[in-house]
């Protein structure tokens, strides 16, 4: 099976969102886990989930462009860059700097961005991202403990993470359809320009954008974009009809919920399953030492696996205690406290049996999936948009990365009721 489609993910939930996107269109995907050492699974495309969204630029674009070598080595048609609906990123990156590396490498001077995924929320008009009816940065993003989103303009954004010109394909283009979306990259391509944002408000929007960049050696932007590739791919003869891209084996072991997001979705599901399931909330800052939140966490639970219901365990905590523990203990270490415990409170659960795990948070699932060793991940059923479960090799679990925002109010029940 020839590698088509090559993508690489700036975090372990939008690789699966991304994945799950390109199955439920008809193609075969893998997710693997870090730069791969060897010859990459059989896919029609293979998504490189990296954990670079906060990382150090240099590092983020080194392993950025170890990925693309390993895809373009094994043959890939098109490369993806993969990042959040919601633009998570800081002035320094990464968004911008890996995408001008890729660029680069690949010899091409011009590429879309484009993270409208309109399915769960968020739409791109003139340049300014929304979140449901909020502009992004009176979404609750303005407050993400590791990305704060303080701009909603995303030319204005992107501008600032790159040294290449940022342009618009703005709302009536799109709104015209390919023809016109091609003819607009074309003129800004002419006059040397390097990145365009494009507005999206819709699916058809996305898959008009989709075909547009048929031609281009690299698309960026959320899962949504991604939705029209396959078609052109299918267009070009290259893709077969499959009618089995998302089967996995049948679930079994214990069911449990870890989470470290603090987004308003998941606080909102934490609330939810408190009147329906076990729920332990860790308070990080009145016991900032992950080996006392894991023994917490792991004490608590015993006995309570073997009822059939999900326990639910979070660190996760409002913007007023996130501020009061990074004010205590810098931005980065409160994440990576929170994150190692979070890791070691999910292998005990698998060493006690859980097999459907349920993570909640894009850096969390990084830090889980991770401790648990786990190298690739094979795409199953979709729970809610953007989440599919997952069958993770070599561990041979269900996991669902979760990112933040993400699922219903009742995502941490209805997971279970799956397969
Ligand atoms: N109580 C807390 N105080 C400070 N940081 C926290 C707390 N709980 C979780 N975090 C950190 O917040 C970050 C949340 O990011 P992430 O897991 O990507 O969630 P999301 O998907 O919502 O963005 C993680 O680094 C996590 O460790
Ligand atoms: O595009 C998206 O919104 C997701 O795929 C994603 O990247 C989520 O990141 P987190 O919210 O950090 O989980």
Known sequence: MPLLLGCIADDFTGATD????????GMSAVQVIGVPTGPLPEADAVIIALKIRTAPVTEAVG??????????KAGAK???????????????GNIGPVGDAL????????????PAFPTNGRTIYLGHLFVGGALLNESGMENHPLTPMTDPNLVRVMARQTDGSVGLVSFPVVEQGVAAIRRAMTGMMDRGTRWAIVDAVSDAHLMAI??????????TGGSGVAMGLPENFRRAGLLPERSDAGALPPMTGAAAVVAGSCSRATLGQIGLARDHVPVLELDALATPDAKAMTAQALAWVDGKLEDGRPVVIAASATPEKVAALQAKLGRDAAGALVEDAVASIAEGLVARGVGRLVVAGGETSGAVVTRLGVTSLRIGPEIDPGVPWTFAEPKGIHLALKSGNFGA??????AFDHG
């Open 103 to 114: 660029l680069k490498r690949l010899g091409s001077g011009f590429a879309i961005a484009c």
């Open 63 to 72: 392993q950025s462009l170890a990925a693309c070598d390993a895809l373009t």
């Open 18 to 25: 991304l994945a799950n996107t390109l199955v439920k269109a």
């Open 210 to 219: 989709g075909e547009a960049v048929a031609p281009q050696a690299l698309v």
């Open 78 to 92: 098109q490369l993806f860059w993969k990042y959040c609906s919601t633009f998570d990123s800081t002035d320094q």
């Open 409 to 414: 109010r009742d995502f941490f029940l209805k």
